[in-house]
């Protein structure tokens, strides 16, 4: 019998829980040294975790978020499946990458190993990591998880202390790149055993007792600090809706998130998003249980232990045969790019809720504001000039913008919102390992959203097959709509710039031109200068092939901005401007500066010309409603940088903090209070897409209908129709 | 007879140490207080201390002293405080923005686990380059060192010109990609900034410095030097100055993070950074070798932070890309680890989860711990340690600061009475908690490295180390601790009994079994420069000691594990020997089944040390001894383990060689506080240092 919680001795638990976090990094910190994958040991792509003998989460260490919600519902299936026939034993490790299971994709895989103390099962621990190889057709052509490669549902890899090579064997020869999966399988493994080995010393020093204590305060206490946390935060309701665009058809598809709030408990409803689509950006119900979790663990429970209590108060409602819970035998390859869409969701939710609550420090706008998706992904095919294949990803990625803050710009090229700790490969180290040639890497220009704060960029790549006559990339139909993006308060979800796109080149004028030291570092360059012919769509399928001395240039993910561009000081907008981050065109357009001819701003020219910007907003407001200031009122919420709610003789109603007026009742949509306006995306890009198809989406823009303050900018799809006013902000009021 | 002198001295962030070794074996130890707005002075101070100490006058004391050789902190303040050269970048062109970029991982860099997971809140740091100094040039290396598109000189010239005569910087950093493996284009503007600015400006270049793949780690590498360089170059000056005014006349040497000396002349100044902690690195080996150790963790424990290092048979470790303040940087920097857990370090109470949470907030100096009485109101570990009676709050820093244990007792008071337990009870909680932690620290740190804790022998250095050494290395299962007398001044005496040494690496990138002779010819390539390094330190190449190291991996992993190797040069057999010396090593640290020896070997770097031994005293035992027992200074009560014990006080400085200790004592010397709790013994060897054994 477990001792009481409540009487467990503070000091030997604090000494416990530092000891059994150090356990986990030890396991992980093995997993890390002894994998192949890029993704792992530098990107961070991996888990150490342990579980009660039920497969409830102990403690999660640092690492990859997705993985350590994952493998809790890996264990209890397993165990559900397998516990009777063949049953688990002291020493046996089993090998499970079943997204239907747990994980995002094939690519999650896990080993997961049950330790035994005197002949009983007393919990678990799993090492999860990304294997890019599972055998299957060409990432992005699949249509069913069986062209997806790998799928094993659980194999005793070890079988009582004994490691299975017949197992491995088989594993591995189904993958292009046998050694390499070998390795990562090995290194769960070594992961394991570490962990488990350590967690049994655990158990002598303490005592069995006192170790399941101890494990079930741990959850206790991540869910008593959960609900703290949403104890002090208001009630009410948050709704977003993302956008992306599938893989196979440029067709879009919506995210529909509805955020509830009572008292301690929080629930989720995706009801209203898109069905599941026939390619592979689909996420499975795990999948989207997981990235929910993740979202929360960044956003609002990032001061929560990690482990399975802190979901204790989180409810979450997904439809059957919706994106986010795609029925079998749907394929999922792109499960963590549907997953990026539904942690922005969850995230825009969540900000405006902190926001109302007054944790400033804990808001960032969008991290995945991509301007559109289509064209060159970063998944390739083919061989190295050594004859090695290429069957891993290019992460660039992993060093997006990251989302404006209430007092500060989002972090440029900050990361990725799977992986806090990950980032990217040094140039020099992919030149090494693929058979390209950067000829640049630096911030993307145009690539932040627009903001009072902006976005933090993300960065933008021109590079050249280079030493190889075998290699293709993933490629996708072009869809012109910003992609998983938000701003916050009037800011954009994202910049407008970047060109994604591979160019056919001429290999003889480009050797040529690079001897004289020419070279382009811009895709404006690229057509500038006549550097390459774009490819408007694929000529085989989902993937394409880039001859050698072709060039590609793509960009990533920006963070959105917050608050109106209008209102962005001068000076830090120059710095914008010097270091690139935005050129003319963009600071004219949207932040309605004017540059001298020495392209710097022009002070005087550019106040005036904000301040025009400003009125025009409001050309053919016809009927103003009777609008009245009311500066003495009580202030009941502060749910949005721009508006108040405030006391009235008519109840709870809006007003704006810049000029005062009263918009209407605090009970209705602020955005029918609001003036808007409609803007297609075509005269907002930068750059029209290379398959000269039109954009897809529009901007609807809110202000202020008194003072023209930009109050909110949110992405529409005609397409797929639905209400244009988006009902984002619903506080609850007495 | 007179005694002649090397001196080594550490300028550490509170006191400026030195330590005399004479060539007698006799060792004397100064101090005086950091002096930061011009370092020379705390310098000078200490010496005049010392000199004072040995009754003689400075002239006479610096006329005797053959070496002197010097750890600063001038670049680490430097890096820390942010305040050095208005530096400017050269480098290719589509790559500017590679230190603002940094990997992505720049956000977190440097960071501990719990800051990290504030996602929403972290920022990068600001780089050590303005945005608007940084000049693309037109060139681009490939991976294989050809020139794909030429250096562009009139650009390039004009770039420099630029940053020089228009925006006039104080230094030039250039680093272009693959300069790692074709450093022509580096070189050449090299000559360009030569010919043209002489030493007029300071510059610095990437392949100098570091010929290491990975280019956002070689640009911190360059940025950094230019950024501490021209600062560390002017106090240097402005020191050896002052030195030779006061009568020295002998050799000046640098202490460098690979811990080894360099002449000023031959020094880069990012090689500086973290000489304090090399310094005691290396006092550890000599010890270790004078001890006959074989396996040595190192621990030194201060107000704020408790660093780990190890060290094992001749070796220290280096950290493989190592991480300074928030930068990574490519130098081989000695592999510390560190954790926010010093005498300074908080606790705090969660009442609603009843839990007694000490650390990672630490009060610093300022105020410091409650007993302070500097104005501190939360309890810290040293308070813990004043209540549980282990510190005389009479006698701390010798008396010269007494410490108010009411206040002590009162802020344990304020968290004992939150979670409903006794104010000792929460006392013996923060001292067992905090030994924990320490515990966790060093395991991991030692399996990382393949061993196992109770391998080793523990060395307990810094003010508070040796109050808790038993505590967290009875956790570990070692059994010995050693406590040394020059531990108050350890890096300094670390510092006085270094060897020059310079170290070259260089990446590349082999499929094994390769031609030797490609092997051959890098370490060749390598050699030369060091050796051409060496003669300009005046070590001719007979003198010259090298040391050859190779990193191999499985092919297709990124970190790999560096052996050192065993002979000078390759042959068929040795190519086979050293894939079976990597097996087995990767077995040792990472467990039978780990490797996958069918994916093959890859070379992935060469790395080549030359060590140029300086001549230097060795420590004399003491011949007194005495089987008697110590003279007792006093008592006091102690809490330990749940009860309170009547513990022996003796003067650290009254203890003769072979004398004996039980448990429970202290032994107290004004820098040092030594605990032995039950279940320990402590003794005096001949050289005075206090060896603990845990008996149980």
Redesign the interface.
């Known amino acids: 019998m477990a001792a009481a919680v409540e009487t467990l001795d503070p000091v030997k638990y604090e000494i416990f829980m530092h000891r059994l976090w150090a356990v986990g990094e030890e396991g992980r910190i093995a997993l890390q040294r002894v994998s192949a994958s890029p993704i792992v040991v530098q990107g961070g792509e991996c888990m150490q975790s342990f579980y009660d003998p039920n497969g409830r989460m102990i403690l999660a260490c640092s690492g990859h978020l997705r993985f350590a919600a994952a493998t809790s519902d890996a264990i209890k299936k397993i165990v559900e499946w397998f516990g009777s026939d063949p049953g688990f034993h002291d020493g046996d490790q089993i090998f499970n990458n079943d997204p239907y299971v747990a994980g995002s994709h094939t690519y999650d895989q896990m080993v997961i190993k049950p330790i035994y103390f005197d002949g009983r099962l007393i919990a678990w621990t799993a090492s999860s990591s990304h294997t890019a190889d599972t055998g299957g057709v060409m990432r992005g052509a699949a249509t069913e998880i069986f062209h997806e490669g790998l799928r094993i549902l659980g194999l005793k890899i070890v079988e009582a202390g004994q490691f299975r090579n017949d197992v491995c064997k088989t594993i591995v020869e189904q993958c292009r790149d046998p050694y390499y999966v070998e390795l990562d399988l090995r290194s769960r493994i070594a992961g394991n055993n570490v962990s488990a080995q350590r967690f049994l010393e655990l158990v002598d020093q303490f005592g069995i007792e006192f170790v399941e204590a101890a494990s079930k305060k741990l959850m206790d206490d991540s869910e008593h600090m959960a609900r703290a946390k949403l104890r002090s935060l208001p009630d009410g309701t948050w709704r977003s809706r993302m956008f992306a665009s599938g893989m196979r058809r440029p067709e879009p598809y919506q995210i529909i998130c509805e955020m509830t709030k009572k008292g301690d408990t929080l629930r989720f409803d995706f009801n209203g998003t898109s069905p599941q689509l026939h390619d592979d950006q689909n996420s499975t119900l795990p999948s989207t249980l997981a990235h929910v979790t993740l979202a929360l663990t960044n956003t609002l429970f990032w001061d929560v232990p990690w482990s399975d209590g802190k979901m204790v108060p989180v409810s979450v409602s997904v439809p059957e045969g919706c994106i986010l819970n795609a029925k079998f035998p749907a394929a999922c390859g792109g499960a963590p790019r549907v997953g990026q869409i539904l942690v922005s969701a969850v995230s825009d939710c969540v900000a405006k809720m902190l926001y109302a609550g007054g944790r400033y420090d804990d808001i960032n706008a969008g991290w995945q504001g991509l301007w559109y998706e289509g064209g060159p992904g970063y998944f390739y095919g083919g061989h190295t000039r050594q004859g090695i294949p290429v069957a891993q990803g290019l992460y660039d990625i992993h060093g997006g913008g990251f989302g404006a803050a209430p007092l500060r710009d989002g972090v440029d090229s900050g990361g990725h919102s799977n992986i806090p700790s990950g980032g990217i490969s040094d140039v020099e180290w992919i030149e090494l390992q693929y058979p390209f040639l950067y000829l640049t890497r630096n911030h993307a220009p145009n690539g932040a959203g627009y903001g009072t704060q902006r976005g933090g960029d993300g960065t933008h790549r021109v590079y050249m097959a280079y030493g190889t006559d075998d290699l293709s990339v993933d490629f996708r139909p072009y869809a012109g709509i910003p992609n998983g993006g938000f701003g916050l308060f009037g800011g954009y979800p994202a910049g407008s710039g970047g060109l994604r796109a591979v160019w056919r080149t001429d290999p003889d004028d480009i050797k040529s031109r690079m001897i004289r030291g020419e070279y382009p570092t811009s895709p404006a360059q690229i057509i500038k200068e006549k550097w390459g012919e774009a490819l408007a769509r694929s000529e085989s399928g989902p993937h394409a092939s880039v001859p050698e001395w072709g060039l590609i240039s793509d960009f990533t993910q920006g963070g959105g901005g917050f608050g109106d561009p209008l209102e962005r000081s001068l000076e830090r907008l120059q710095a914008d401007l010097d270091a690139g981050i935005f050129n003319a065109w963009a600071a004219e357009r949207f932040f309605g500066a004017v540059l001298g001819e020495n392209g710097k701003l022009d002070e005087a020219a550019s106040k005036k010309s904000r301040a025009e910007l400003r009125a025009a907003r409001l050309k053919g407001l016809s009927n103003p409603p009777s609008l009245h200031a009311n500066n003495e009122a009580k202030v009941l919420a502060q749910p949005h940088a721009e508006l108040d709610i405030v006391e009235s003789n008519e109840g709870p109603v809006w007003r704006c903090r810049q000029c005062g007026t009263v918009l209407g009742s605090a009970r209705e949509n602020y955005k029918k209070l609001a003036w808007s306006v409609i803007e297609p995306l075509d005269t907002v890009s930068e750059f029209p897409l290379p398959s000269a198809d039109p954009f897809i989406g529009e901007f609807v823009y809110y202000f202020c209908p008194s003072c023209g303050i930009q109050l909110q900018v949110d992405v529409y799809c005609p397409q797929l129709g639905g209400e244009r006013q988006w009902w984002d902000i619903q506080i609850e009021l007495p | 007879m007179r005694d002649t002198w090397t001196i080594g001295i550490d300028i550490g962030g509170t006191f400026t140490d030195v330590a005399l070794i004479g060539n007698s074996g006799a060792v004397h130890m100064n101090k005086a207080p950091t002096t930061p707005s011009d370092p020379a002075n705390g310098v000078m101070d200490a010496l005049r201390r010392a000199a004072e100490s040995l009754e003689v006058p400075l002239f006479e004391l610096l006329g005797d002293t053959q070496r002197i050789t010097h750890g600063s902190t001038i670049a680490t303040n430097a890096l820390l405080t942010r305040v050095g050269a208005k530096v400017g970048l050269i480098t290719t062109?589509?790559?500017?923005?590679?230190p603002?970029?940094?990997?992505?991982?720049?956000?977190?860099d440097g960071l501990s686990?719990d800051e990290?997971?504030?996602?929403?809140?972290?920022?990068?740091p600001a780089p050590l380059v303005e945005?608007?100094l940084i000049r693309?040039v037109?060139?681009?290396m490939?991976?294989e060192g050809t020139a794909?598109?030429?250096?562009?000189t009139d650009?390039m010239k004009a770039a420099v010109d630029d940053l020089v005569e228009k925006e006039n910087v104080e230094a030039l950093a250039v680093c272009l990609?693959?300069a790692?493996v074709n450093p022509v284009h580096e070189q050449q503007i090299l000559d360009y900034i030569e010919s043209r600015y002489g030493s007029r400006i300071y510059s610095s270049y990437s392949h100098q410095l570091a010929r290491v793949?990975?280019?956002?780690?070689r640009m911190n590498t360059v940025l950094a030097d230019c950024f501490v360089g021209p600062k560390v170059r002017q106090y240097l000056l402005h020191l050896e100055h002052q030195l030779h005014e006061s009568g020295f006349g002998g050799i000046f040497l640098l202490m460098q993070g690979n811990g080894g000396l360099a002449s000023p002349e031959q020094c880069t100044p990012v090689a500086t950074l973290q000489s304090g902690p090399a310094g005691g690195m290396l006092a550890a080996s000599q010890m270790a070798q004078l001890l006959g150790h074989q396996q040595v963790l190192t621990a030194d424990m201060g107000g704020t932070s408790f660093d780990v290092g190890l060290y094992s048979k001749g070796y220290w470790r280096y950290a493989s890309e190592p991480v300074f303040d928030r930068f990574r940087i490519l130098q081989p920097i000695i592999e510390i680890e560190s954790i926010g857990a010093g005498g300074g370090t908080i606790a705090h109470a969660d009442p609603?989860?009843?839990?007694?949470?000490?650390g990672p907030q630490s009060a610093g100096a300022d105020p410091g711990p409650a007993c302070y009485g500097q104005g501190g109101t939360m309890p810290t570990v040293t308070d813990a340690n004043v209540a549980l009676g282990i510190l005389d709050p009479d006698y701390f820093l010798g008396g010269a600061h007494p410490l108010h244990p009411e206040k002590a007792a009162a802020a344990l008071g304020e968290v004992a009475k939150e979670?409903g337990?006794g104010d000792l009870?929460v006392a013996?909680?923060i001292h067992?908690?905090i030994n924990?932690?320490m515990a966790?620290?060093i395991?991991?740190q030692v399996?990382?490295s393949g061993y196992l804790p109770a391998e080793f022998v523990l060395y307990a250095f810094g003010g508070a180390a040796a109050i808790h050494a038993v505590g967290f290395a009875r956790d570990l299962g070692i059994q010995t601790i050693v406590v040394f007398p020059t531990s108050p001044v350890f890096s300094a005496f670390g510092i006085a009994m270094a060897d020059v040494v310079h170290t070259k690496m260089m990446t590349c990138?082999y499929s094994l079994p390769t031609d030797p002779e490609v092997v051959n010819s890098t370490l060749k390539e390598l050699e030369s420069e060091l050796l051409e390094v060496m003669s300009q330190e005046n070590f001719s190449t007979s003198q010259v000691k090298l040391r050859r190291y190779l990193t191999l991996r499985?092919?297709?992993?990124?970190?790999g594990v560096e052996l050192e190797i065993p002979w000078a040069r390759f042959g068929e057999n040795e190519m086979d020997e050293i894939q079976k010396m990597f097996a087995d090593r990767y077995q040792t640290?990472?467990?039978k089944?780990?490797?996958?020896t069918?994916?093959?070997t890859e070379l992935g770097a060469i790395r080549v040390d030359a060590i140029g031994p300086v001549p230097k005293a060795s420590l004399r035992p003491q011949s007194a001894s005495s089987d008697k027992p110590p003279a007792i200074k006093g008592e006091r009560r102690i809490y330990l383990s749940g009860s309170w014990h009547e513990a022996q006080v003796y003067d650290w400085e009254e203890i003769l060689p072979g004398q004996t200790l039980k448990s429970v004592s202290i032994v107290e010397s004004p820098f040092t506080t030594v605990l032995i709790p039950p279940g320990a013994t402590g003794e005096f060897d001949p050289y005075g240092n206090l060896i603990l054994k845990i008996s149980e």
């Open positions: 062109r589509g790559f500017e923005d590679t603002y970029i940094m990997r992505a991982i720049g956000r977190v686990e990290i997971r504030h996602v929403m809140y972290l920022t990068k945005r608007s693309g037109p060139e681009r490939d991976v794909v598109i030429p250096l562009q650009a990609l693959n790692w793949a990975g280019e956002y780690a609603q989860l009843n839990r007694l949470i000490v979670l337990l009870e013996a909680g067992q908690i924990g932690k966790d620290l395991r991991r399996i990382r990138h499985f092919r297709r992993q990124m970190i640290l990472y467990g089944g780990a490797g996958n069918d994916a093959g």
